[in-house]
């Protein structure tokens, strides 16, 4: 049986949600990431070591610990996208989307026929390889699929409320790294003008019940919690903290630096 998705049910009642990136082809951090309480896990195909045969298996741990398993796409390929919803994503991230048209053939490459272009196959792992009802299964991605547009360009920042206003945009996911690289400040995000026009564009995705991802960076108690709090107090109700490579990192620093300090 196909469970119901929390990132789409619940909006402006429901308490926030938490999720973390996978960038290593590790099913196991997945699955820790999962039974740790976080709510989603991204799987990171643009910036991760793996192709689809090892996000397979990340979805798989995802889906074995409870959390709701999502995928960042390379790119803005159509088969790309819909390989990865028959594989199992309950959600797509799609980087680096610049302009509504877009966003329009993300949402096309993302749904069924008659209204979009999305590969139409009965027995693929999103089925259950067939064992899903296919009428069943589609009533369950139209209530339980979601598609994020991932604002990152100045571009994209500069044609924001035309993105936001494509039916079949459920989310926004803010790049605060990319957007920092962008606009000249070498990868700051957490310069002024930076961290203005990201919470700019929350709200104003908020105000068009379009849902808002923050994105955390921070990998410590009080770095999370401060990133988590603020953007809470912002509206924003979904937020993805740290990575397998950033936890991984700072923890190997921090244990070093404590043995090695004098």
Known sequence: MQRGNPLLSGKGKRQPLIGTWAQT?????????????????????????????????????????????????????????FKVLDAGAMGVLVPSVSNAAEARAIVEAATYGPKGKRGACPCTRGTGHGVEDWSAYLDWTRDNVFVAALIETPEGVENFDAIIAVPGIDYVTLGPFDLAQA???????????????????????????????AVSFASDGAGVRNDFDRWILKGVDVVAISSDRFLLSSGMKGIVGAVRSN
């Open 183 to 213: 606009l000249g400040h070498e990868g700051n995000f957490a310069h002024p003008d930076v961290q203005a026009c990201l919470e700019d564009l929350a709200a104003r995705a908020l105000a068009k019940d379009v849902g808002v991802m």
């Open 25 to 81: 082809k590790s099913p196991e951090f997945c699955e820790i990431a999962g039974r740790a309480g976080f709510d989603f896990v991204i799987i990171d195909m643009e910036h991760g070591s793996f192709g689809i045969e090892g996000a397979v298996e990340m979805i798989r741990a995802v889906e074995a610990a409870g959390s709701v398993p999502v995928v960042r796409v390379p790119d803005h390929t159509r088969t790309n996208i």
